[in-house]
C-alpha cells in the first residue's frame, strides 16, 4: 500500500520568519551564490507584512491588499507538521 503524502499550505506568520530566511539561504547555497544573499530577520518581516501577527484579511490570498512597507505575501508548505517549503508572490501586471 502507498502512503499518501499531504502537503498543508497556510499562510505565513511572524513565528516562520527564521525558516524563511534560512529557505532563501539554502537556495542561495544551492545556486551557488551564498553572499548574494542580504536579507535579514526584520527586512524579511517588514516586506512580508510578518512584524505583528496579520490579521484574517490580511493573509487571506484574494486580498490584493498589502500592508506599510509590505512588497509581496508568502505562504508556507507543512508536510506532516515539517515546514518544507515557501511561496513568495506579489501583486504585478504590465502590457509590456
Do not use: W
Not at 544551492?30 to 535579514?40: I, L, M, N, Q, S
Not at 509590505?70 to 511561496?87: S, T
Amino acid at each position: 500500500m502507498t502512503k499518501e503524502t499531504r502537503v498543508h499550505v497556510r499562510p505565513a506568520r511572524p513565528e516562520d520568519v527564521p525558516t524563511i530566511h534560512n529557505f532563501v539561504t539554502q537556495l542561495a547555497i544551492f545556486e551557488k551564490c551564498p553572499e548574494k544573499v542580504v536579507a535579514t530577520h526584520e527586512s524579511i518581516a517588514k516586506t512580508l507584512g510578518l512584524e505583528s501577527e496579520p490579521s484574517a484579511e490580511q493573509v487571506a490570498i484574494a486580498s490584493t491588499r498589502l500592508g506599510p512597507g509590505q512588497f509581496a505575501k508568502c505562504v508556507i508548505a507543512d508536510v506532516d507538521g515539517q515546514k518544507v517549503g515557501f511561496i513568495v508572490f506579489f501583486y504585478c501586471y504590465s502590457t509590456v
